[in-house]
């Protein structure tokens, strides 16, 4: 694992975008896969920022998301959907028909994942995005005795509702369920890229990097994959060795 510690927000997410833009000058057809949560939006403004500046395009590139609340539709201002068009899609040259995003409205919410996988198979991640959840979450893979390998639906935890609770108006009209890449979809891409922030997430950060592998931290099993890079803030890495 290479773990980078950075001392300001700038730094990480330019170093984070960095990475983003690299991989697209030499790969201009490079598949993204993408995260949403507070984390990544300075990333994403990086990017934006880099082509505004001509300095890099995703006009050949593919993304997929991580995941979906089920039962709020993609025009819903708190739809995954929603988010990634506004902090990113809008502003770039990626074409509409290469985004990969779980339809949380699918009338078969089994079958969009199915669906999902395939995209996924056939286009495998040169780079995965993610965030760290609380409880050690990657995408929405909760703490539990077992994990799933692919895209599937979940009932989300008691701790992920809280903290997305900040979202809506109150915690009652966070969506229970979400669509949500497997471990194996994530551990599939080439090059892992976990960003972490805050004080409030050092013990977890401890926990996923340093602690035994175990699938009630979900991104511990990150610690298997030949490829992961680790941007965090002071913060989030005060209790590393
Ligand atoms: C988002 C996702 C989640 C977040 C995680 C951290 O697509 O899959 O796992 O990455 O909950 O969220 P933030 O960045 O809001 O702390």
Known sequence: MNIKTFATQQELDNHAAQIFANLLQSKPNAVLGLATGSTPI?????LVQLYKNNEVSFKQAYTFNLDEYIGITPDNPQSYSYFMHEQLFNHI???????????GTASDAKEECQRFEEKLTEKPLDIQLLGLGHNGHIAFNEPAEALSAKTHIVKLDEKT????ARFFA???EVPKHAMTMGIASIMKAKHILML??????????KQALQGPITTQVPASLL???ANVTVLLDEEAGRMLD
């Open 42 to 46: 300075g990333l994403y403004n990086a």
């Open 93 to 103: 040259d990626l074409p509409a028909e290469h985004i990969h995003l779980l339809d």
């Open 196 to 205: 972490v922030r805050g004080a409030d997430k050092a013990a977890i950060v």
């Open 170 to 172: 109150s915690i009652d």
């Open 223 to 225: 610690q298997l994959h």
């Open 161 to 164: 509702l809280q903290a997305n």
